[in-house]
């Protein structure tokens, strides 16, 4: 009896503070998947029909799992396995990692940490990566890029993107898993490989979540580079949020991404117009040239209430905070920063870092009147691990 709760216990204290912190991920999402190749590349795995063991397996072992109809022929090297309406894959220990390669359509290969389960759905597979939390929000640091940057910058962009997951935690709660791999719900592409620093600063946060004087979940966006001045949320989106204001960003101004310009012909400057504001007028002998606003949405001229972001978006601009120079023959555009400007800029903050500023001082720095919470101590509406 002894052996046996012994064992019992101990695996249970283990395991259950993981899957309390595990998130499911659908992957390729919007493909249309028939038929991958699953290997183990680092750990050992079970496979598990429902609650039912088919075997275990080692570092090196391949699946091919393809769909006919509505279940799933799983095959490993030697033999077939079975036909099942849904399989999974369970990693034994904490340092399980698979590589999946879709081979119906042909994609690369890629590495994703910890269990798979696959199943059939709408006429195609199902992949979902169930994964330690703190894992999964290090590969999206990767996958946003700054590789090579402080480990504070890493720790400040782990809150955010923690407090983005938690937020969104029930986004495709209907379909079955918590957030898909495509870049509206975050970017995932694969785990974090390239520098494992992310993945220490990310457990050195590991629960922190930011909150409002309401003590409800922020929106946390980031963006590459505000130019030096970031954006009020009203401005990009609905409704203005008192712990996203503009800021000053003294950090950013000599990184990469500070300053760009773009030059388009005159004409199709004309053509947009036209059509932006419906109206028959010659705007042809006019002068549209304006110098840099302060962040705001619209500029007016010529009677012409002129939206910023619509004109970024039109002509593919870097960022909706511009000076517009119309020369007569074209009309030259001399911006600042790069993406929406809202939140953490993130190559002021990777400044910040760098000269000694710590992950709170940049967090503060960017929202106003935030604070932070362990979210595996909140009461959280919806929050329902399993
Ligand atoms: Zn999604
Ligand atoms: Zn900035």
Redesign the pocket.
């Given at each position: 009896m002894r052996y046996f709760i012994l064992p019992l216990l101990s695996l249970l204290s283990i395991v259950t503070p993981i899957q309390a912190q595990s998130i499911k991920i659908a992957l390729l999402n919007s493909k249309e998947i028939n038929s991958v190749t699953v290997s183990i590349q680092e750990g050992r795995y079970l496979l598990k029909v429902g609650n039912e063991i088919m075997g275990e397996y080692k570092k090196g072992s391949i699946f091919y799992i393809s769909r006919f109809g509505n279940s799933l022929q799983v095959r490993d090297k030697r033999s077939f396995i079975g036909d099942f309406s849904s399989v999974e894959l369970n990693s034994k220990g904490n340092d399980g990692v698979l590589n999946i390669k879709s081979v119906n359509p042909i994609m690369e290969s890629t590495e994703y940490d910890d269990d798979l389960s696959v199943k059939v759905e709408d006429n195609r597979m199902q992949l979902i990566n169930k994964l330690d939390m703190e894992k999964y929000i290090a590969a999206v640091i990767e996958a946003e890029g700054g590789n090579g940057a402080n480990r504070q910058y890493y720790m400040a962009q782990a809150v955010l993107i923690r407090t983005f997951t938690i937020k969104n935690l029930y986004k495709h709660a209907e379909d079955g898993f918590n957030l898909c791999d495509e870049v509206h719900c975050q970017a995932y592409k694969h785990r974090c490989t390239q520098n494992p620093e992310i993945l220490e600063a990310t457990r050195a946060t590991a629960g922190s979540v930011l909150v409002d004087k309401d003590e409800v979940l922020i929106m946390s966006p980031f963006h590459s580079?505000?130019?030096?001045k970031?954006c009020p949320a009203g401005m990009v989106w609905q409704r203005d949020l008192p712990y996203l204001q503009s800021v000053d960003?003294p950090?950013?101004?000599n990184q990469t991404n500070a300053l760009w310009t773009i030059r388009v012909p005159r004409q199709e400057w004309l053509s947009f117009i036209s059509e932006y504001t419906g109206s028959s007028i010659d705007y042809s002998r006019y002068n549209f040239s304006f110098p840099l606003p302060p962040r705001t949405k619209l500029v007016s001229i010529h009677g012409i209430e002129l939206n910023l972001r619509t004109v970024r978006e039109r002509f593919g601009l870097r960022s909706a905070y511009y000076a517009l120079e119309d020369t007569g023959s074209e009309i030259i555009f001399k911006g600042k920063?790069y993406g929406h400007g809202v939140g953490m800029?993130q190559?002021?903050a990777m400044e910040m870092a760098r000269v000694g500023y710590t992950w709170k001082d940049i967090i503060h720095f960017y929202f106003q009147a935030v604070q932070l919470r362990d979210y595996r101590e909140m009461e959280l509406h919806r929050f329902k691990p399993e």
């Open positions: 580079n505000c130019g030096g970031t960003d950090f950013c101004i920063g800029c190559q002021g």
